[in-house]
């Protein structure tokens, strides 16, 4: 049985809509457990920041989010440690050896000259899906909103699928102000220019992911999001949770919606 009135979302492999999950230390068995249950939600796998460098097993759970048709990419943390230590090539080999198939090119710890990073999304693009994450880990770093915009776009021409807005795991820097609220500002200057279908917005906590599925829609790109809020992300997609139950029903029905008591 299908319930009416849901948002119509792409089967895999699809371009829009896209869910990009944050595994910070999986096991490979916490992998294969979660591909079970939620592989088919599931676009992209990060291996967060330099985890994939610490953890054992990190090339076996490539290969089982691969095999569920999920694109896996390094944290730009650590494709920033290999960058500020002249190892690219060594970076190169490391990726490689572990067989993801999409790579993630930042500037969020170090300076890299705009005009460097471009080439390396156009070096790595020749073989890799490349997702290029514009926004600092630290306030304060892009004096203009204009900027994020300028370097979004320079980035897709250079070869970047998805150009990622950086939040960090907390979602209390770049796109979102320090108490977790969304710098609408800074968004709409970036819809003003950059397509949204183009955008993956890091959005780990729950109402980012709201706000953002009420801004553009079910098939918004939403990244940073923990293994155990995959599901429930879904659920948000459909309108089948409170947060969004009467976003994607008729008007007639919201009459239904509960009215507070004065």
């Keep these: 049985m299908e319930l009416p009135f849901l948002p119509e979302r792409e089967s895999k492999p699809r371009k829009s809509g896209i869910t990009m999950m944050m595994d910070k230390g999986l096991s490979a068995n916490q992998a294969q457990e979660l591909v079970s249950v939620a592989g088919h939600l599931i676009d992209f796998a990060k291996l967060g920041f330099g985890t994939s460098y610490v953890c054992k097993h990190s090339q076996e759970k490539v290969r089982i989010y691969r095999d569920n ?7 730009g943390t650590l494709f920033e440690a290999f ?3 002249n190892m690219i090539n060594e970076y190169k080999k490391f990726i490689k050896g572990l067989g993801v198939d999409a790579v993630e090119i930042s500037d969020g710890s170090v300076y890299i000259e705009h005009g460097q990073k471009c080439k390396y999304i156009r070096d790595f693009s020749k073989n890799y899906t490349v997702l290029s994450e514009v926004g600092a880990k630290e306030d304060d770093i892009f ?3 204009d900027e994020w915009a300028d370097h979004m776009e320079s980035e897709l021409d250079a070869g970047s699928t998805y150009v990622i807005a950086e939040a960090r795991e907390s979602g209390t820097v770049g796109i979102y102000k320090k108490d977790g609220t969304a710098d609408t500002a800074l968004i709409n200057d970036i ?4 397509p949204s279908k183009q955008v993956l917005w890091e959005a780990p906590l729950k ?3 709201v706000w953002f599925i009420k801004l553009i829609g079910a098939n918004v790109n939403l990244g ?3 293994p155990s809020d995959v599901i429930p992300l879904e ?11 009467f976003e994607f029903l008729p008007e007639e029905f919201h009459k239904c919606k509960l009215k507070k008591k004065k």
């Design 235 to 245: 659920t948000l997609r459909l309108g089948l949770r409170g947060d969004t139950f």
């Design 207 to 209: 109402a980012q992911q």
């Design 83 to 85: 960058a500020i230590r």
């Design 69 to 75: 048709g999920i694109k896996v990419f390094l944290g």
């Design 224 to 226: 940073n999001i923990a």
């Design 191 to 194: 819809l003003k220019k950059i």
């Design 143 to 145: 004096d203009k909103p």
